[in-house]
């Protein structure tokens, strides 16, 4: 079946460096993805959407690259902060009216001071 | 404070035992709805309702029951519980995007992790 998933389970990153989260989708009809952080204890909390129209969107230290030949993206978070110690999830939803948003499993990504 | 929230935070039940979670967000938004976040498997959909008296069925309903009775509310309802319902549950809302889709800028609840024995 269609899914969502995640290449690495975990990244530890080094303070002040950038990072990189990865997730394949293998939907191709999806046509809009969301990213979420979820810290300990916590429910996600929305980051950053891109549509299928555009392949790069940036946010305050966060860009959001979409590869849609290898249906691919990747969540770019610049100059890493204990702050950003937390489980990213991408998520996919395909055509307007169409409610349900699936899930990847998470990276943890791991801030080291 | 815009805000979901979840009662209870935490519970522990016996098999078979009905019990109710309930979801109230102060925002007004049209969409709500419930997913289920276990190790390995990341978050699953459960119900999902576009507004009052308007749910459907998510990925995984087996097993729980929803109702849309006010805009505010959403309680997820398990009749039965069973052990494979264990998990960490989230309440989430959001309004209806530009496009008709619900999912943007959804605000999640705290989460109710569920013990079933």
């Known amino acids: 079946g269609e899914s969502v998933g995640l290449h690495l389970p975990t990244l530890s990153v080094q303070e002040g460096d950038n990072s990189i989260i990865n997730c394949a989708y293998s939907n191709s009809a999806s046509d809009y993805f969301i990213w979420y952080k979820q810290e300990s204890g916590k429910g996600p909390q929305f980051i950053i959407d891109?549509?299928?129209?555009?392949d790069k969107r940036q946010g305050q230290r966060v860009t959001v690259l979409l590869n849609k030949t290898v249906k691919h993206l990747s969540l770019q978070i610049a100059a890493t902060q204990p702050g950003d110690s937390a489980v990213y999830f991408c998520a996919e939803n395909w055509s307007v009216g169409n409610e349900k948003l699936t899930f990847g499993t998470g990276t943890r990504l791991t801030i080291i001071p | 404070e815009a805000q979901v929230t979840q009662n209870p935070r935490y519970l522990i039940t016996v098999t078979g035992k009905k019990l109710t979670v309930t979801c109230s967000q102060n925002m007004n938004h049209e969409y709500m709805s419930w997913y289920r976040q276990d190790p390995g498997l990341g978050l699953r959909q459960i119900y999902y309702s576009m507004n009052v008296e308007v749910t459907d069925k998510g990925d995984v309903p087996e097993g729980y029951k929803v109702s849309r009775k006010e805009k505010r509310n959403f309680p997820l309802i398990l009749e039965s519980p069973s052990p494979n319902q264990t998990s960490l549950y989230f309440c989430a809302s959001s309004f209806k995007g530009a496009r008709g889709r619900p999912q943007e800028t959804q605000y999640f609840g705290p989460g109710t992790r569920l013990l079933v024995l």
């Open positions: 891109i549509r299928s129209n555009m």
